[in-house]
């Protein structure tokens, strides 16, 4: 299993970039803008602008792994309690470090948490509702809501992440709501694409207004319609305990 997720972040890592001055990692040639070279001998692919860690014969992400004191590639324990998450790719400025937002019931890229506190309910109950707060557990996703009934997250049939409106468990038929990997310390994976992660797409006209980007989840099928796209991490930020909103919009 752990080989072939490596296996297949390497091969949606290849084919991007121009060739830069090579620099020597033992007896290879490389190209510093694609891979980083572990220990003078051992090259590892720069993926979503994450040069990936070496472990004993592994290339790994940290988002996901650790290589612990016997040197042997370990899974990061899953995380506990809600958090946020940011988008971390540093070769792309404009996003990286910007928060994952929901709003208009799915999650966008460095927009403007989009919340509701019905006047029924007295300002005191009402969390601040500003950020965007989720938890995870055993594969499945949940925005962090007071709202009876909650608001769960999923994967759409356009591997676009929705979520339920409050009051309802309407999920487009398609849709996938297991498959994530919450990890603490490291991020929030979608295991869904064998491999393929997540992507971050340039805004478009049909979008939300100002500089808000577009999550995907890529995948072998539209991975070539997602060319135009950036592939990042999302990086998990726990939060103090409470909620983060009565729910989201
Ligand atoms: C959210 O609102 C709370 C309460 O008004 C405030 O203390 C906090 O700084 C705000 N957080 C952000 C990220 O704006
Ligand atoms: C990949 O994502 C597309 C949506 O972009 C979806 O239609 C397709 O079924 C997915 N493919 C796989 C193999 O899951």
Known sequence: MTRLALAATALFALGSGALGALQTCGQSQYDPAQY???????????????????????????????????????????????????????????????????????WFLNGVTAS??????????????????????????????????????????????????????????????????????GGFVNLNGNGGGWVACPPRASGPAGNIWNLYGRNATNAASLSYCTPINLKINPTAGGFGAWQYT
């Open 36 to 106: 980083v070279c572990w220990h003078s001998q051992f090259l590892c692919p720069i993926t979503a602008g994450e040069g990936l860690s070496y472990c004993n014969g592994a290339c790994y992400s940290k988002f996901m792994y650790t290589c612990n004191s016997n040197n042997i590639l370990t899974l990061l324990p899953p995380v506990q309690g809600p958090f946020t998450l940011t988008v971390s790719n540093p070769s792309v400025p404009a996003i990286h470090d910007k928060p994952v937002t929901a709003q208009g019931l799915k």
């Open 116 to 185: 509701y506190c019905p006047g029924v309910v007295p300002p005191a109950e009402c969390p601040p509702g500003n950020i965007t707060s989720i938890v995870s557990q055993n594969g499945a996703v949940s925005m962090n809501v007071k709202v009876p009934g909650g608001q769960l997250a999923y994967l759409g049939p356009d591997w676009q992440v929705g979520y339920t409106q409050a009051h309802s468990a309407y999920i487009p038929s398609g849709s996938l709501t297991t498959g994530f990997g919450a990890y603490e310390g």
